[in-house]
C-alpha cells in the first residue's frame, strides 16, 4: 500500500480526534447539575437544599457486620459532612420492604417509613409493577453520567426495565468458592468436571434449596450449560423453549442428588452452607460476592485454604440498585445518597480490597486519572479473582419470569421428587 | 436408690442447661474455632467491641427494648389486672366467651393477624411510633396476664379488703396496703411473662416500628441467620442477659406458689 | 341509690372493658383483614371478589395432609417428652436438699430464653460439625464430620426437639414442682404407712396430684409447637415440612398472589389447634374427674 502524505495527515487527524474524544469521554467530569428533570425539584440546588438537615431511612439487610459498619463509616459520616444528612441504616432480616410500602399504599399513607432501600430485582418488579416507586430520578442526578445506561444490565434489572426507577451501587457476579484441604488446587472449572468430582466424593457437594436467590442462580447455570449458553432465556417469558430445557435440567439435578450431601435428602439455606464450607462438612459454597470467601479469611470465618473459581463458560453477573418508593417523606435526602454513592470518592472505597471489597458496576475509565492508578495499585487477596477475569466471564441474568418458573419447577421437580 | 437418681437429675439438669449455652459463650470470643478444634484457635474480642460500637446500634436497640418492655409492662398491668378479677370474682353472662376471648391471640398463628394488624395501626397513625410499638406488643401480652391473675384472684379472698373498707380505709390504700400484698407473687410472675414477650417480640416491631423504633430483636435477627457466629453470640448473650436478671427476681414465686401456675389451666 | 346500683351493674363490664377491647379492635382487626385476604379479598393486588378456592386448593394439595401430620406429630412428640421428663425432674426437686434451691434456679433457666438463640446454641452442639461431634473427634471415635450422626436438617426432627423440650421441660416443670411442694409429704406419707410401694405411691398419689398442672401446661406447650414456624424452618429438612413453615414461605414470597394461600392455610392451622384443643380439655376434664 502506497501512503501519500494527505492519507497520512487524514489518518493522524482521525486519530488524534479518536483521541480527544476518548480523553473526553474517558474522565467524565460530573456537574452538580440535574441531567434531567426528577418529580418535585427543579435544580439539583433545589434537592440539596431540601436534604440539607434531613435524615434518610435507608432499608437493609442487617446481618454483616462489616457492610454495616462500612456504610455507617464511609456513606453515614460523609454524608453527613458533605450535606448535612444524617443516615439512618435500618437494619432487616426478610426482605420486609416489599411489605411495608404495600401495606402504606395500601392505607394511603403519603409519608412512609422508607426513603431509600437496597432492592433486589424481584422486589423492585413488584414493586414498580404496582406503580409504587418514585422517579423517574436515577438517570438525571448529576453522578448519573457515570452510568453507561446503555449496558443491559444496568438498563434492565433481572430483565425488568429500570427506567429510572432504580440507581445502581455495586456489581455481583456468581463464583465458586472451594476448600483446597478437600479438592486440591485444580477445582473442576465445567459442569463436567463438577459432576464426575461429585461421583467422585459423594456428600460433599450441594447447592442451597430453591427460591434462595443464591440456590436459583446456582440452577440458572445449569440452565444456561444444557442451552449451550444464555440466550434463549434473555428475552420474555416462553414456555415452550422452557419445557425444551427445562426436563433435561431435571434429570439432571436428579442425577447428582444421590451424591449430594445428605444424599440430596435435604439442601441448606445459602449461609448455612458457608459454615459448613468453613467446617468441611462439604467441599464448595457459592455466591454473589466475588471477594466474601476473603471477607470471611479475614474474619476468621474460613479457613485459609478457601479459593474461588468461576466456570471456563462464565458465571452470571448483576449489579445492586437502590430505590425510592412512593411515599418516601424525603425523596431528596435519598437522591442526595444515591448520587453520593456513585461518586469517584466513594466508589474508590468501593473497589479496595483492604475496604469494602466489591465489584463496581461503573466503567473505571469514567473516573480520574488518579482513580485508575489507585484501582491498579490495589493488591487483591489470593482468594479473590481479579476483576479482569470476573469481567471477562460475566454473563447476563435472564429475565425475571424465567427465575419465578425455574424456581417452582425445580421445587416441584426435585425437591419434592 | 434416691440419692442415685438426685445425683442423675443434678447432672441431667446442670448438663443439659448448660450445654448449648456454653458455645455461645465461646463463640463470642472466639476470632477462629474451625472444625475440629475443641476450643477457639484464636480468640478475640472484636465481637464485643462490635457490640458496644454504635454501629451495630445493639445499646440503642437494648435501651429501647427495656423502655417499651417496662412500658408494656405497666399497661399490661393496668388494663389485665381489672379483668382478671372480674373474671375470677365474678359469675356473669358469657364469661365462657370472653375468657376464650382472650385467649385468641395465642392460639391463633401470628401470621394471620399481624399483616392485619400493619394496616390498622397504619389508618390509627400508630407506626413508627413508640406507642404503637407498644401496643402491639400488648396484644400477646394480656392472655398471658389474665391467665396467671385470673388464677391468682380465684384463690384470693375479699374478706380482708371488706374489712379494710370497713375500717375506713378509701380505695387506694386497700389496693396498695390489702390487695398489692396479696397478689404480689402472682403478679411479679405475670409481669415477668409481659415483660419476656415484649422483649422478644421481632416481626411486629419491625412492621410497626417501620425502622424508626430499632429494638434489640431487630439488631439481632439478621444475625442469627447470618454466618458470623461470633457477632450472633455476642449480640444473643446480651438479648439474653435481662431475661436472666428477671428470672433471678421471679425464681421463687416461680417455684412455690401454684396457683400462680396453675392460671395456664384455665386455657 | 339508683346510681349506686347501675355503677355496680356496670362494675365488671368496666373491668373488663380496656382488654377486650384492645383484642377485639386491634387483634380482632387485623385478624379480619387476614381472613379476607384468605377468601380472595386483598385489593392490593387486585383481588376483590368472594372465594373458597384458596382454601380448596391448600387442602386437595397432595403435600397437605403429609404436612399436617408432620405438624401434628412434632407437637405431639415433644410435649409427650416435655411432659415425660418434667414429671421425673420434679420428682427429685420437690425434695429439699443440700443446693436444691440454686439447682431449681437453674433448672428455670430456659424459661425467659427465646426459642431462637437456643436453637443457634442447640446447632453449635450437635450439628456435624458442633462440638460434641469435635469431642467425638478429639476421643477418636470419628475423623470427619460425617461419620458424626445426622441431627440437624434430618428428617427425624431430632434438633428442632431438642430446642423444644429444652425450652419447655422446666416449663411444664416448674407448675408441676410447684403443685408438689404445696400438698407437701403428708399424703405420700399416709400412703407408705398404708403399705404403699413407690410405684404404687407415684401412681395413687402424685400423678393424680400432678395431672391439673400437667395437662395445663401441656395445652400451651403442644398449641405453641403446633404453630411455631421458626424452628422447623430454621433446623428442618426442606421437604416435607411443617404446615406453619409451608404458610410463613408463601407469606414471605415476593409474589403476592401466594398471600391468599398463607392465609388460607394459617387458618385452617387456628381451627385445628381450637378443635384439638377443645377435645384435649374433654379429655383432660375426663381424666381429673375418674
Not at chain 2, 388464677?151 to 398489692?180: H, K, Q, W
Not at chain 3, 351493674?9 to 387485623?30: D, E, Q, S, Y
Request: glycine share 8%.
Amino acid at each position: 500500500m502506497v501512503f501519500n502524505s494527505k492519507r497520512i495527515k487524514l489518518i493522524f487527524a482521525i486519530t488524534l480526534l479518536s483521541i480527544l474524544t476518548l480523553v473526553a469521554i474517558g474522565a467524565v467530569m460530573a456537574q452538580d447539575e440535574l441531567i434531567g428533570e426528577v418529580p418535585g425539584f427543579a435544580s439539583w440546588e433545589e434537592v440539596l437544599a431540601a436534604a440539607e438537615g434531613t435524615t434518610v431511612n435507608w432499608w437493609m439487610w442487617g446481618g454483616s457486620d462489616k457492610i454495616n459498619t462500612d456504610v455507617d463509616t464511609d456513606i453515614g459520616q460523609r454524608v453527613q459532612e458533605l450535606y448535612g444528612i444524617t443516615l439512618n441504616r435500618v437494619p432487616n432480616g426478610a426482605e420486609l420492604f416489599v411489605d411495608q410500602v404495600l401495606n402504606e399504599a395500601a392505607a394511603g399513607v403519603e409519608q412512609g417509613a422508607i426513603d431509600l432501600m437496597w432492592i433486589n430485582g424481584e422486589n423492585f418488579k413488584t414493586l414498580a409493577e404496582a406503580d409504587l416507586l418514585y422517579g423517574p430520578w436515577s438517570e438525571f442526578i448529576p453522578n448519573a453520567v457515570y452510568v453507561d445506561w446503555a449496558d443491559p444490565a444496568l438498563a434492565y434489572d433481572f430483565g425488568y426495565p429500570v427506567n429510572g426507577y432504580e440507581s445502581p451501587w455495586g456489581h455481583a457476579q456468581f463464583v465458586m468458592e472451594y476448600n483446597t484441604a478437600l479438592v486440591g488446587e485444580e477445582p473442576p472449572t465445567t459442569f463436567e468436571d463438577l459432576t464426575a468430582w461429585i461421583e467422585a466424593n459423594p456428600g460433599l457437594f450441594t447447592y442451597p434449596a430453591l427460591p434462595d436467590f443464591t440456590g436459583s442462580v446456582f440452577v440458572r447455570h445449569v440452565f444456561y450449560w444444557v442451552a449451550g449458553g444464555p440466550e434463549p432465556f434473555l428475552g420474555e417469558f416462553d414456555q415452550e423453549v422452557f419445557d425444551q430445557y427445562a426436563p433435561a435440567v431435571w434429570e439432571y439435578l436428579n442425577s447428582i442428588e444421590p451424591n449430594l450431601w445428605r444424599g440430596g435428602e435435604t439442601y441448606p439455606e445459602a449461609t448455612v452452607m458457608d459454615s459448613m464450607l468453613a467446617n468441611q462438612e462439604i467441599a464448595f459454597s457459592m455466591g454473589y460476592g466475588p471477594a466474601d470467601a476473603a471477607n470471611n479469611i479475614a474474619q476468621g470465618i474460613y479457613p485459609d485454604t478457601i479459593r474461588t473459581f468461576v466456570f471456563d463458560t462464565g458465571t452470571i453477573s448483576n449489579n445492586n440498585f437502590v430505590a425510592i418508593p412512593f411515599n418516601s417523606p424525603n425523596p431528596a435526602g435519598a437522591m442526595v445518597i444515591a448520587n453520593y454513592i456513585l461518586s469517584e470518592e466513594f466508589q474508590l472505597k468501593l473497589v479496595d480490597p483492604a475496604k469494602w471489597a466489591w465489584l463496581s458496576p461503573i466503567s473505571p475509565a469514567v473516573y480520574s486519572e488518579e482513580f485508575q492508578q489507585a484501582v491498579a495499585g490495589m493488591e487483591l487477596h489470593p482468594a479473590t479473582l481479579s476483576p479482569t477475569a470476573l469481567a471477562a466471564a460475566a454473563l447476563p441474568e435472564p429475565n425475571g419470569d424465567w427465575v419465578t418458573a425455574i424456581e417452582a419447577g425445580w421445587i416441584k421437580n426435585v425437591l419434592e421428587n | 436408690m434416691q440419692r442415685t437418681f438426685r445425683w442423675l437429675a443434678v447432672i441431667a439438669i446442670v448438663l443439659g442447661v448448660a450445654l448449648p449455652v456454653i458455645p455461645q459463650i465461646i463463640w463470642s470470643l472466639a476470632h477462629r474455632w474451625l472444625f475440629p478444634a475443641l476450643l477457639p484457635t484464636e480468640w478475640s474480642m472484636s465481637s464485643w467491641e462490635y457490640v458496644f460500637s454504635p454501629s451495630s446500634r445493639v445499646v440503642e436497640g437494648f435501651m429501647n427494648s427495656l423502655e417499651i418492655a417496662v412500658f408494656v409492662c405497666i399497661l399490661s398491668i393496668l388494663v389485665g389486672l381489672p379483668a382478671a378479677r372480674a373474671i375470677a370474682l365474678n359469675d356473669f353472662k358469657g364469661k365462657g366467651i370472653i375468657e376464650w376471648l382472650l385467649m385468641v391471640p395465642i392460639i391463633v398463628p401470628g401470621i394471620v393477624s399481624t399483616l392485619g394488624i400493619h394496616q390498622l395501626f397504619i389508618r390509627l397513625h400508630l407506626t413508627n411510633t413508640f406507642i404503637g410499638v407498644s401496643l402491639v406488643h400488648l396484644i400477646p401480652c394480656i392472655p398471658y396476664m389474665v391467665l396467671v391473675m385470673v388464677s391468682v384472684f380465684s384463690n384470693y379472698g375479699t374478706e380482708l379488703e371488706d374489712t379494710a373498707r370497713t375500717l375506713g380505709a378509701g380505695p387506694i390504700r386497700v389496693f396498695l396496703n390489702v390487695t398489692l400484698p396479696g397478689i404480689l407473687p402472682g403478679l411479679m410472675v405475670a409481669t415477668m411473662f409481659t415483660f419476656l414477650i415484649s422483649w422478644g417480640q421481632y416481626i411486629t416491631t419491625v412492621l410497626i416500628g417501620g425502622g424508626t423504633i430499632v429494638t434489640l430483636p431487630v439488631v439481632l435477627f439478621p444475625f442469627i441467620t447470618g454466618i458470623n457466629y461470633s457477632n450472633a453470640a455476642a449480640i444473643s448473650l446480651v438479648f439474653v442477659a435481662p431475661a436472666i436478671l428477671v428470672l433471678i427476681f421471679t425464681s421463687r414465686q416461680l417455684g412455690q406458689d401454684s396457683a400462680v401456675m396453675g392460671g395456664f389451666g384455665r386455657l | 341509690m339508683n346510681r349506686l346500683k347501675l355503677m355496680e351493674k356496670l362494675r365488671v363490664p368496666m373491668m373488663l372493658f380496656p382488654a377486650i377491647a384492645i383484642i377485639v379492635v386491634l387483634f380482632g382487626g387485623g385478624m379480619i383483614s387476614g381472613v379476607g385476604q384468605s377468601v380472595g379479598y386483598f385489593p392490593v393486588i387486585g383481588l376483590n371478589d368472594f372465594t373458597l378456592d384458596y382454601y380448596r386448593d391448600v387442602l386437595t394439595d397432595d403435600g397437605f395432609m403429609t404436612s399436617l401430620w408432620l405438624t401434628f406429630r412434632l407437637a405431639f412428640l415433644s410435649t409427650l417428652f416435655a411432659s415425660v421428663l418434667a414429671v421425673a425432674f420434679a420428682l427429685v426437686l420437690r425434695h429439699a436438699f443440700r443446693g436444691s434451691r440454686l439447682l431449681t434456679l437453674i433448672y428455670q433457666v430456659p424459661i425467659p430464653i427465646p426459642h431462637l438463640v437456643v436453637a443457634t446454641g442447640i446447632v453449635l452442639l450437635v450439628s456435624q460439625s458442633g462440638l460434641l461431634s469435635r469431642g467425638s473427634v478429639a476421643l477418636g471415635l470419628t475423623q470427619t464430620p460425617r461419620d458424626f450422626p445426622v441431627m440437624v436438617f434430618d428428617p427425624a426432627g431430632v434438633a428442632i426437639q431438642l430446642t423444644f423440650l429444652w425450652k419447655e421441660v422446666p416449663f411444664i416443670g416448674v407448675v408441676v414442682l410447684a403443685v408438689l411442694k404445696s400438698v407437701g409429704p403428708q399424703y405420700e406419707e399416709i400412703a407408705r404407712t398404708l403399705g404403699a410401694n413407690s410405684w404404687q405411691r407415684f401412681r395413687y398419689v402424685l400423678f393424680p396430684l400432678m395431672l391439673p398442672g400437667i395437662l395445663s401446661t401441656s395445652i400451651i406447650v403442644f398449641a405453641f409447637v403446633f404453630a411455631n414456624y421458626e424452628i422447623p424452618l430454621l433446623l428442618g429438612v426442606r421437604h416435607p415440612t411443617t404446615l406453619p413453615v409451608m404458610a410463613f414461605r408463601n407469606y414471605q414470597d415476593p409474589d403476592l398472589a401466594l398471600r391468599p394461600q398463607a392465609m388460607a392455610i394459617s387458618m385452617i392451622l387456628a381451627v385445628v389447634a381450637i378443635i384439638l384443643l377443645v377435645a384435649y380439655k374433654r379429655l383432660a376434664k375426663y381424666a381429673v374427674e375418674s
